[in-house]
């Protein structure tokens, strides 16, 4: 009976591990996919210039916040105490590209902490 019950949990055990590792790697694919759309969106932004531009700005921030995602590098506690200090900058005080960026960055790291739940 304890044999049974010591089997059971072990295999218990191994299916939550099983679970997280599809967890982080289902945020690794996530963040490859996001990063990926991130670079098209910004290399045609740049490309097209002028005003297009500032979405250039918007993308091209968020490239470093999915590669390391994607690395299995994204630290939580780091990302949200950099989420409360761009939240806390953001202003109409700001340039336009001031403001895109910081968009970007908050974006970014909003969608890598609600993802990562």
């Known amino acids: 009976m304890v044999l049974v019950m010591l089997l059971l949990k072990i295999k218990t055990m191994i299916k939550f591990t099983q679970l997280l590792t599809e967890v982080k790697e289902s945020f690794i694919i996530f963040a490859q996919t996001r990063g990926k759309g991130a670079a098209k969106i910004a290399a045609t932004a740049e490309e097209k210039g002028g ?6 700005h918007h993308f091209k921030v968020k490239a470093p916040y999915y590669k390391k ?3 299995g590098k994204f630290d ?3 990302a949200k ?3 409360e200090e ?3 900058k953001i202003s109409l005080d700001m340039t336009q590209t001031e403001f895109q960026r910081e968009m ?3 974006e970014v790291l909003g969608e890598l902490l609600i993802r990562n739940k």
């Open 81 to 83: 105490k950099e989420y």
């Open 76 to 78: 939580i506690e780091k």
């Open 104 to 106: 970007g960055r908050l």
């Open 86 to 88: 761009t939240y806390k």
């Open 69 to 71: 995602a994607a690395e």
């Open 51 to 56: 005003l297009s531009l500032l979405t250039w």
